[in-house]
C-alpha cells in the first residue's frame, strides 16, 4: 500500500460524505421553496372575508372559500365514518387473529391499495355511486377518501397493536376476560393513541387529495344543505382557481394553498413530536 | 393501563355458550373489516373493465398503439399518454434516485443524529404536501424558473441531443418529470433509509475490521446487502410516479403529441382522465378514458405489487442477520 492510495480513499471517503450531506440538502430544498411561496403569496389574502364569505362569480373581486373550507371537513367526518370502523377492526384482525398466511395476502392487498392512483378511486365511485344516484353528491366525495383511507389506516392500527406486549393479553385472560373484549378493551386501548396518530395521518393526506373528488364531490360555489349535492373542497377550489385566467383567483388559489399547507402541516408536526415523546419516555 | 382498578373488566362469569358466540361474532366482524380490501381491488377491477366494454370490443388492441384522439369522429388511441407517463416517470426516476439514496445513505450512515431528526421530519412533511399546492408551485413558480434559465442553459449545453431541442414553452414534459421527482423523492427516500437501518450492524462492523473507510464500508457492506430492498424502494417510486395526477397536470400542458423534444408539452395517462372525464359526452368517450383507466391502473398495479415482493422478500445475499 503507497500512500498516495491511502489519500486516494480518503479523499473519496471525504468526498462522497459531502456529496450525500450535499443530495440530502437538495431533497428538502423543495420543501423550503414551496413553503416560502406559498407564504409569500398567500399570506396577504388571507382575511377575514376569506373565511366568511362565498366565492364571487368571476369578475368580480373579493370574496371567500367559507363554503370549501367546511366542505373539506364535511368530507372528512364522511370518510372517516367509512374508513376508521373498517380500517380499525381490519387492523384487530391483523394483529389478532388470522393465519399467518391469509395475513400476508391482506397485508399484500392493502399496501398494493395504497399504490392505486388517485385519480383512479374517483372513477371507480363515479360508477359506484355517481352513475346510481344520477348526480355528483357529498357522499360519493366521502366515500372515495374514505376508502382510500381504509388500507393506511388498516396497516398502521395493525403496526401499533403488535407493539402491545403478550404478556397484557395473557394477563387479560388469565383474569377470564373473553378473548374479544381482552382485544378491545386492553389491547386497542393500550395502544389507542397510536392508533389515534395513523387516523389523524391518513386524514392528513387525503385532506388534500383532489384527482378523486373531481368526479364525486365535483365542487360547489354556493353552501351545501343536502349530502346529496356536490360540495366545495378546498383543494378542487385551489385547482380550479390556479388554472383558471383571473389574477384575483390565483391570489385566493395561494390563500387556500396556505390554509390547507398549514393544516396538513401542523398535523403531522404535532403528530409526529407527539409520538416522539412517548417513545422517548419508554425508552 | 391500571387494570386494578377497572372493576368492568372483572365481568361475572358468563355462560361459557354466550361467551363464545360474542368472541365468535368479533371475529368475523374483524375478518369481514379486513376482506375489504380484496373486496375493494375486485371492484376496481371491475368497475374500469366495464367502464371500459365498449372501447374494448371497439377498438381492441389497437387502442395501446394508435395516436389518434379525436372526440369529435369518436377516434381513441392511448399511444400518446402512455407515452408521456412512460417518458415523464422516466425523468422522474432519473432524478429523484441518485439523490434520494444519497439522501438515505446520509441519514443511516453520515449525519449525526439531530441532523438526522430534523431531516427526517423535512422529509416527511414533503411527503405529506398536497398535489394540488405542487402543482399550484409549479405554475407560477417553477415552470417560470425553468423557461428563463434551467431550459435555456439545457438546450446551449446539451442542446446535440434532440431531446433538448426545439421551442421553449415552459409547460413540457421535463416541467412534468421534475414535479414527479420531487413528489416521490420524500417516498425512495424514506423506504430506503428504512431497508439500510435494517442491514445488521455486524456487517459495518466486519469492513472497518477489514480497514474500510467510512464510504467503503457503506459500499462494500451496507449497499450491497441493501441491493434488493433498495431496488424494491425504486420500483415503488415508479409505482406513484406512473399515477400522479394533480400536479403533472398542471405543468405538462395537456396536449396529446409523441415528440421527441422534453421542452414540449405532453399528456400523461393520469392528466387525461382528471382534465377530459368531465366533459366527456358521448358513450365512447368515457368508455375510452375508462380503458385509460384500466390500463393505468394494471400498470401500477403490477408494478406495486412487485414492488411490494421486493421488499418483503427482501434479506441479504446468505448471511443471517444475527441479534
Known amino acids: ?283 | 393501563m391500571d387494570l386494578a382498578t377497572d372493576t368492568r373488566l372483572f365481568a361475572k362469569p358468563q355462560p361459557a355458550a354466550r361467551r363464545g358466540a360474542g368472541d365468535r361474532g368479533f371475529k368475523w366482524l374483524t375478518l369481514a373489516m379486513a376482506v375489504t380490501v380484496f373486496v375493494l381491488i375486485v371492484l376496481i377491477g371491475y368497475e374500469l373493465a366495464n367502464g371500459s366494454n365498449l372501447s374494448l370490443r371497439k377498438f381492441g388492441w389497437h387502442f395501446l398503439f394508435s395516436s389518434d384522439w379525436d372526440p369529435v369522429s369518436s377516434q381513441f388511441g392511448a399511444l400518446p399518454f402512455i407515452f408521456g407517463t412512460l417518458v415523464t416517470s422516466a425523468i422522474a426516476l432519473v432524478i429523484a434516485v441518485p439523490l434520494s439514496l444519497a439522501t438515505a445513505v446520509y441519514l443511516t450512515e453520515i449525519a449525526p443524529p439531530w441532523q438526522r431528526q430534523i431531516l427526517t421530519l423535512f422529509i416527511e412533511l414533503l411527503a405529506a404536501v398536497p398535489s394540488v399546492i405542487l402543482g399550484l408551485w409549479g405554475i407560477f413558480v417553477m415552470v417560470p424558473w425553468c423557461r428563463e434559465h434551467l431550459f435555456s442553459w439545457l438546450r446551449r449545453t446539451l442542446g446535440f441531443l434532440p431531446i433538448f431541442q426545439g421551442p421553449i414553452y415552459g409547460v413540457s414534459m421535463l416541467a412534468g418529470g421534475i414535479i414527479i421527482a420531487i413528489m416521490i423523492l420524500p417516498i425512495i427516500t424514506s423506504v430506503s433509509r428504512e431497508i439500510l437501518r435494517s442491514v445488521p450492524g455486524l456487517q459495518r462492523e466486519a469492513a472497518y475490521a477489514l480497514g474500510a473507510t467510512r464510504w467503503e464500508a457503506t459500499r462494500i457492506a451496507v449497499l450491497s446487502y441493501a441491493r434488493k430492498g433498495l431496488f424494491g424502494a425504486v420500483i415503488l417510486g415508479l409505482g406513484r410516479a406512473l399515477g400522479e395526477t394533480m400536479a403533472v397536470t398542471m405543468v405538462i400542458g395537456n396536449r396529446p403529441e409523441i415528440v421527441k423534444s422534453l421542452f414540449a408539452p405532453g399528456y400523461t395517462m393520469a392528466s387525461v382522465i382528471a382534465n377530459e372525464f368531465t366533459e366527456a359526452t358521448t358513450d365512447i368517450y368515457f368508455s375510452a378514458l375508462f380503458e385509460i383507466g384500466l390500463v393505468l391502473l394494471g400498470v401500477t398495479v403490477l408494478v406495486n405489487a412487485l414492488a411490494q415482493l421486493l421488499l418483503k422478500t427482501f434479506a441479504g445475499p446468505g448471511v443471517t442477520p444475527q441479534n
Open chain 1, 1 to 283: 500500500m503507497n500512500e498516495n492510495f491511502h489519500q486516494w480513499r480518503k479523499f473519496k471517503n471525504t468526498f462522497m460524505q459531502v456529496l450525500t450531506c450535499a443530495c440530502a440538502l437538495v431533497v428538502v430544498l423543495p420543501l423550503a421553496l414551496v413553503f416560502y411561496h406559498v407564504l409569500k403569496s398567500g399570506i396577504g389574502s388571507v382575511n377575514w372575508a376569506f373565511f366568511t364569505q362565498l366565492p364571487k362569480p368571476v369578475g368580480e373581486v373579493g370574496g371567500g372559500m367559507a363554503n370549501a373550507i367546511v366542505g373539506t371537513f364535511v368530507l372528512l367526518g364522511l370518510a372517516a365514518l367509512v374508513g376508521v370502523p373498517v380500517g380499525v377492526l381490519g387492523g384487530v384482525y391483523l394483529s389478532e387473529y388470522g393465519a399467518e398466511r391469509l395475513n400476508w395476502w391482506i397485508r399484500f392487498m392493502a399496501d398494493v391499495l395504497n399504490g392505486v392512483p388517485s385519480i383512479i378511486w374517483g372513477m371507480v365511485v363515479w360508477g359506484l355511486m355517481v352513475v346510481p344516484m344520477k348526480g355528483y353528491s357529498t357522499w360519493a366525495g366521502g366515500v372515495v377518501l374514505g376508502l382510500m383511507m381504509v388500507p393506511m389506516i388498516m396497516r398502521t392500527t395493525e403496526e401499533v397493536l403488535r407493539l402491545v406486549p403478550a404478556g397484557y393479553r395473557e394477563a387479560a385472560l388469565a383474569l377470564g376476560i373473553a378473548p374479544w373484549r381482552t382485544a378491545l378493551q386492553i389491547v386497542v386501548r393500550t395502544a389507542l393513541r397510536g392508533i389515534v396518530t395513523g387516523i389523524l395521518l391518513a386524514l392528513a393526506r387525503v385532506s388534500g387529495e383532489t384527482a378523486p373528488l373531481l368526479f364525486t364531490a365535483f365542487g360547489n360555489d354556493f353552501w351545501t344543505h343536502r349530502l346529496r349535492d356536490p360540495i366545495a373542497a378546498l383543494p378542487l377550489q385551489i385547482f380550479n382557481y390556479g388554472i383558471s385566467a383571473y389574477d384575483d383567483w390565483h391570489r385566493q388559489a395561494w390563500a387556500g394553498a396556505l390554509v390547507l399547507l398549514l393544516m396538513v402541516a401542523v398535523v403531522n408536526v404535532s403528530v409526529r413530536v407527539l409520538t416522539r415523546e412517548r417513545f422517548a419516555a419508554r425508552a
